[in-house]
């Protein structure tokens, strides 16, 4: 009987703060983040399927090259001719960053 109390207490506060209108509740949960790391070689930008803005980035590391497609207008986020690591979430037609670290 405490526990089904204490739940209400807890679910009405939410309720009463959410009624207010300033109150952001809110989590991340990166289950599924993906990291690329790599010495940024070629940034290309293009439309694909006619409305989708995609950024594809070239990372070179130890000796293999990588191509990623990122959402959006990502050329002034990646350092031509730097060490750059990237986490981003994986998507069809391209992947959303999260971060993107110089290294």
């Known amino acids: 009987m405490?526990?089904?109390?204490s739940v209400a207490v807890v679910i009405s506060s939410f309720l009463l703060c959410a009624g207010c209108g300033n109150t952001f509740f809110g989590g991340a949960i990166q289950s599924?983040?993906?990291t690329v790391s790599g010495f940024v070689t070629v940034i290309e930008f293009t439309v694909v399927d006619?409305?989708?803005?995609?950024?594809?980035?070239t990372f070179l590391e130890n000796g293999a090259s990588s191509t990623f497609a990122f959402c959006g207008d990502q050329r002034n986020r990646f350092?031509?001719?730097e060490n750059v690591r990237t986490k981003f979430n994986p998507g069809q037609p391209?992947?959303?960053v999260?971060?993107?670290v110089i290294i």
């Open 98 to 100: 999260v971060t993107i």
């Open 79 to 81: 350092p031509m001719n």
């Open 50 to 57: 006619g409305t989708t803005q995609v950024t594809f980035v």
């Open 32 to 34: 599924g983040v993906s």
């Open 2 to 5: 405490q526990r089904i109390l």
């Open 94 to 96: 391209c992947a959303s």
